[in-house]
């Protein structure tokens, strides 16, 4: 059930996150004023991230576990309310027809392969879980070779013929999956290794997301001055000390060096990001 809840909410956020991208470079064709709105809303976009854990933390001291995922309900009304009355509509007009069965044929190949490899590891390689991966794979096969055949794909595989697009969506890739592995592990180190509670552990975590607000509003101010390549390279080095400096961390360290490592870590990803 878990997982399925999550899944229902990751549909939900790949729908609102193209869509938001997209209505600003509707709203902002000015390259720079594109630039400036892209920072503005993805520093709001890390300021939930920032809040989040001390609301959760506090919702986690005085409530039970699942109240976390009720603390984004009332703010989904908020923007159910009011996005039709202050944001504009916007259509592409090359815009083709979305393909359903696309859609289902993603679905049912990331969604096994996911359950297969949670079941992987909480109970071993066991043949349920081996089965819905291979499904999953089987499924993926078969959106591929659709998307191949259609005029307006769902995924145009033709984007990954650029060295330039195929390397930076890699590297995105690569981050946020860096990224959510240590923030996980770094939630449950604070708090089953160091003994902290929930809030507090939400407090000490806090730091991260102020440096990812931070570099989110530099990188474009950077990269005035700079090429995007150079921008990229300087981020990705930040992150690398900041990831040095986490694999430093054991039981007996103080917290600031775990602090200071993920504000390096994070800070720089958002310049890639940015």
């Not at 600003?24 to 630039?35: A, H, T």
């Not at 503005?40 to 854990?53: R, V």
């Not at 694999?247 to 103080?254: K, N, R």
Request: some cysteine; glycine content about 10%; aromatic content about 8%.
């Amino acid at each position: 059930m878990l997982i399925a809840c999550r899944a229902i909410i990751g549909v939900a956020a790949a729908t609102l996150l193209p869509s938001a991208l997209g209505l600003l470079r509707n709203m902002f064709q000015n390259p720079k004023e594109m630039g400036k709105a892209m920072g503005i809303w993805f520093s709001c976009f890390l300021g939930g991230q920032a809040i989040g854990p001390l609301v959760g933390g506090l919702l986690l001291d005085r409530f039970w576990w699942g109240s976390v995922f009720l603390m984004g309900v009332p703010v989904m009304v908020l923007v159910l309310i009011f996005s039709p009355i202050f944001l504009p509509e916007a259509k592409h007009q090359m815009g083709g027809k979305l393909d359903l069965t696309s859609v289902a044929l993603s679905l049912l190949a990331i969604l096994p392969i996911i359950y297969g490899l949670k079941e992987a590891a909480n109970t071993g390689w066991s043949v349920a879980a081996v089965v819905t991966i291979v499904v999953g794979v089987v499924f993926a096969v078969l959106f591929l070779r659709r998307q191949r055949k259609l005029e307006t794909p769902l995924l145009d595989l033709s984007l990954f013929k650029n060295g330039t697009f195929s390397a930076s969506l890699s590297v995105m890739l690569l981050a946020g999956v860096v990224m959510a592995g240590i923030v996980l592990l770094s939630a449950i180190y604070l708090q089953t290794v160091k003994g902290y509670s929930p809030l507090e552990a939400g407090l000490l975590l806090l730091p991260q997301n102020i440096a990812m607000v931070i570099g989110s509003l530099s990188a474009p101010m950077v990269a005035a001055k700079l090429r995007t390549s150079q921008v990229m390279v300087l981020g990705l080095s930040i992150s690398t000390v900041g990831l040095v400096i986490v694999a430093l961390v054991h039981g007996t360290s103080s917290t600031p060096l775990l602090v200071v490592g993920l504000m390096l870590t994070l800070g720089g990803v958002s310049w890639r990001w940015s």
